[in-house]
């Protein structure tokens, strides 16, 4: 195959792969978020109607974390069992269900149950999305791919802040409260898009009937390459899936999540009250609004960083920086009382903590064996988001306690700058280092 042909392949057949399978799961990964996030949106009346505290509402946000955590390596293993197609199909349809479930709640106990379910519901759904991005992309395009995918958790955010808070302010259905009716229709997608991801879905290349068979040919070799490259000279082959569990490099990226989702879900989830709190004549369709500012900041910049990072072949630097940007703004929006400077700052501290997941992302399958990869990722995302569970709590219980976010704010971010000081402690004897002939570059992941 000439260089000229082998170029135009390679062209020819990332870009129908990307087509075909990152628009369908960046729409399938703004409808999870947005079935997680806007509890954020409904506390804004829910809590006044069923009398929950500031406390209460923060364990009810981070107890999905909880299920999540217990669900998230076992479902991983089901994943594989039974493909990507039949598991994300199921994960899709039971979190829909358990989302609408949601406006029927009569007080606190009830939400606690709802959302313990709801992570239940949605184990696994992101690790077996990383994983089968691993099935499709080879390492060098996947922090790009990774961001572009992750980008519709700040796009969740966009369109779900004023959708959400324009169900609450206008529809009252049946003398049924505004928050209620968001859930219920702000569910009923992920059902709907469950049945549609069983048909659409392709588990892996050699599958793929929308691929000429030169161009499968073409991508098959490619990644068993890649996949090869990647085990490295020592050839590790270990199919114990408890190898992952006692893997130190898989414990450590796995603490570096938990302390950026700390930071990163305590401030989305408090986004609507932290904005109330700057203005006592904001309704709740104007919360929604000025929400999406920070939001589509962070889109710009995650997309603009993830490809630099390719473009660098640079993970750990690319991954450090953006949470000591992040843990530096939180601190200003915590000790600032002016509402313009304090939006700046959070605006600020969401691009970093944003910035941040491309690159770290593309680091597991740098860092890990290919056989610890697959249970590693579901072990670093399950372990990382009990942060899920101590951000919005620590926010809840330091507003209870002072009576405004600020103290909050400032907590997270110093859980931000423990995971800046423990990137950098990852060690260079644990990468692989790849020595790029074309440029006569040599990079340490």
């Known amino acids: 195959m000439s260089e000229q042909n082998g170029t135009s392949i390679e062209k020819r057949t990332i870009k129908k792969v990307t087509r075909r399978i990152v628009p369908f799961i960046f729409i399938l990964y703004i409808v999870s978020y947005l079935d997680r996030a806007n509890i954020g949106y409904a506390a804004l009346d829910m809590n006044v109607e069923l009398g929950i505290t500031s406390e209460v509402f923060g364990f009810i946000s981070g107890i999905f974390f909880i299920g ?9 293993i089901l994943l594989q069992r039974y493909g990507s197609r039949v598991w994300i199909t199921r994960i899709l349809i039971t979190w829909g269900a358990v989302s609408v479930a949601t406006a029927f709640a009569q007080d606190a106990f009830h939400l606690y149950i709802i959302r313990f379910l709801l992570g239940v519901a949605e184990a696994g759904f992101f690790p077996g999305i990383i994983l089968y991005l691993n099935s499709w992309f080879r390492k060098k395009e996947l922090a790009t791919t990774i961001a572009m995918f992750m980008t519709a958790i700040p ?25 209620r009716w968001m859930f219920i229709l702000e569910g009923a997608p992920a059902v709907i898009l469950g049945i549609i991801t069983y048909f659409y879905l392709t588990n892996k290349p050699e599958e793929a009937k929308w691929l000429s068979k030169e161009e499968k040919t073409w991508l098959i070799e490619e990644l068993r390459k890649d996949r090869k490259e990647n ?11 408890k190898k992952a569990l006692t893997d130190k490099k898989v414990w450590h990226l796995a603490i570096i999540y938990f302390v950026y989702i700390s930071g990163s879900l305590g401030v989305g989830y408090w986004m609507p009250q932290i904005i109330k709190e700057l203005s006592d004549f904001l309704s709740n369709t104007q919360i929604g609004l000025i929400s999406t500012i920070p939001f589509i900041v962070a889109t710009i910049a995650m997309n603009y960083w993830a490809v630099r990072s390719d473009r660098t072949g640079e993970r750990k630097m690319h991954s450090a920086i953006p949470l000591m940007i992040g843990a530096l703004a939180l601190i200003g929006a915590g000790l600032a ?8 700052f959070i605006t600020l501290s969401l691009a970093g903590m944003y910035c941040f997941k491309g690159p770290f992302f593309a680091l597991p399958s740098m860092l890990l064996a290919p056989s610890t990869t697959v249970v590693g990722i579901a072990v670093i995302n399950s372990i990382g988001n009990l942060g899920g569970f101590l951000g919005p709590y620590a926010i809840g219980v330091l507003k209870e306690s002072t009576g405004s976010t600020g103290a909050g704010l400032i907590f997270l971010s110093v859980m931000l700058l423990i995971g800046f000081i423990l990137v950098l402690f990852i060690r260079k004897d644990s990468s692989h280092t790849k020595t790029t002939s074309k440029k006569g570059m040599k990079t340490t992941f």
Do not use: A
């Open 68 to 76: 999540y955590f217990l669900f998230e390596v076992p479902s991983n």
């Open 155 to 179: 796009v969740s955010y966009i369109i779900g802040g004023p959708l959400s808070t324009w169900i609450m302010d206008n529809i009252g259905w049946f003398g049924i409260s505004g928050w």
């Open 231 to 241: 085990v490295g000279k020592k050839g590790i082959q270990d199919k114990d899936h």
């Open 337 to 344: 009382s002016n509402p313009f400077i304090s939006m700046l």
